[in-house]
Every structure is written in C-alpha cells, then in structure tokens.
C-alpha cells in the first residue's frame, strides 16, 4: 500500500514567517507533486519533481520553493508566507511522470493570519 | 494555458437519482483521470481513460472520454450515499508531463 504522509495536517502562521511543508512517500516513486487547492479553483500544480536535486515549476510556482534532497522526501517552502497562501497543501507521488495514478498525502490545512 | 472546467460546480440529488458530471478542456488531452476526494479527505484515484471515444464502467460509475479527446463525462446511477464527495478530472497534455486538474464538482445526495 502506497504512502504518503505529510508533516502537519493543520498550520498557523503569521504573515512574513517562513514556512516548510514535508512530503514523505514510501514507494520510491520517481515523481512528486505539490498542489494547494482552493474552493471553485480545483488543485493547482506548485511544483514537482521528477528526479532527486530535481524540480519544475507548475502554474503557480510565485511564492514558493521546492527541496528534493532524497527520493522519498519533498518539501515546500513559502520563504515569506502571506494572507493569500491560507489554503489547503496536498502531496502527491507517482511512479511515472506522464501516466497514470498519482498517490495523495492527506493534506496540511495552513492558515496565514 | 490549458483549462479544464467542470459543470456543474455542485449537484444535490435525491438517494436513487442518477448523477453525471462534465469535464471540458482548452487542449487535446493524451489522456484523462478521474478522482474522487470524500469530505475531509484527499483525491483518490478511480480510472485512466487513454483512447478516443473509451467507455469503461465501475459498478454504477461510467466514465467516456470523447472522440476528439477534448471532454470527458462521470456518470453514477442510483446514487447512493457513499457517493457523497468531490469529483475531479484530470488530464495530460501531449508529450506533457502536468497533470492539469479540473474544478471538481461537489455532489450531495440526500436520503
């Protein structure tokens, strides 16, 4: 059974502090994923990676960075957290870029007051 | 840059009504996902549709992807209250390696 769990389900941080969201999976999937997703607005890619020491932007990439040191472990970086990235943060892995099934983390609900 | 829409956005049935959703995007997709994320929960995966025109079936959810691989549509009948969730489609563009997902749509059945 795949796994992917992620640091905190619920954060509050203060608008300017930096922020670190963990992504861990188990099945040494070659790619991962973080989205936030918003009520009417779907999930939206932030960033991914295909490979360790890998990344590419997605479609909102402003505000964020990315850390893929080992295989299993991805993480988010907001470097100056603000009102507008309250929102909810999912990971996902999966074993192949283009196709087929990506595995989500259960999400980290963060608040920026 | 590719869209992928959704309608509606959200369907309140009555137990035992049919539901579809509708999935429409900007681009040709190479292929098409859909998932479903229960209240509370993450997206879950339910199926892959590759091929113009493919019809696969899950019990009472029937998923098509359309002949010109632009619009896809989710339908469950006799919905049931394990239904209750959020539906999301999901595709890739060609030679792309993004998975662009749609707005979902909400459904609600009431007993």
């Known amino acids: 059974d795949v796994k992917v769990t992620q640091s905190s389900r619920y954060l509050v941080k203060r608008t300017g502090e930096k922020v670190f969201l963990e992504c861990v999976q188990d099945m040494d999937h070659e790619n991962m994923f973080w989205y936030r997703q918003d009520p009417g607005l779907g999930l939206r890619l932030i960033y991914f990676?295909?490979?360790?020491?890998?990344?590419e932007k997605g479609d909102i990439p402003e505000g964020y960075s990315v850390s893929r040191e080992k295989k299993e472990r991805f993480s988010l970086i907001l470097e100056s957290a603000s009102t507008n990235q309250t929102s909810m943060y999912l990971c996902a892995s999966s074993p192949r870029a283009s196709w087929g099934e990506q595995y989500f983390g259960p999400g980290t609900r963060l608040t920026v007051t | 840059g590719q869209q992928v829409m959704q309608i509606p956005q959200y369907q309140h049935v009555q137990e035992g009504e049919d539901f579809t959703t509708y999935c429409n995007s900007s681009?040709?997709?190479?292929?098409i996902q859909w998932y479903k994320q229960r209240p509370g929960g993450h997206p879950v995966f339910l199926i892959q549709?590759?091929?113009?025109?493919e019809v696969k079936k899950q019990k009472r959810l029937t998923f098509q992807f359309g002949e010109a691989k632009k619009n896809s549509s989710l339908h469950i009948t006799a919905t049931q209250t394990t239904d209750v969730g959020t539906y999301f489609c999901?595709?890739?563009?060609?030679?792309?390696?993004?998975?662009?997902f749609g707005t979902g749509t909400q459904l609600k059945v009431e007993l």
């Open positions: 999901a595709g890739f563009t060609g030679g792309g390696n993004k998975l662009t």
């Open positions: 681009t040709t997709l190479s292929n």
């Open positions: 549709l590759v091929k113009s025109g």
């Open positions: 990676s295909y490979d360790v020491k890998m990344k």
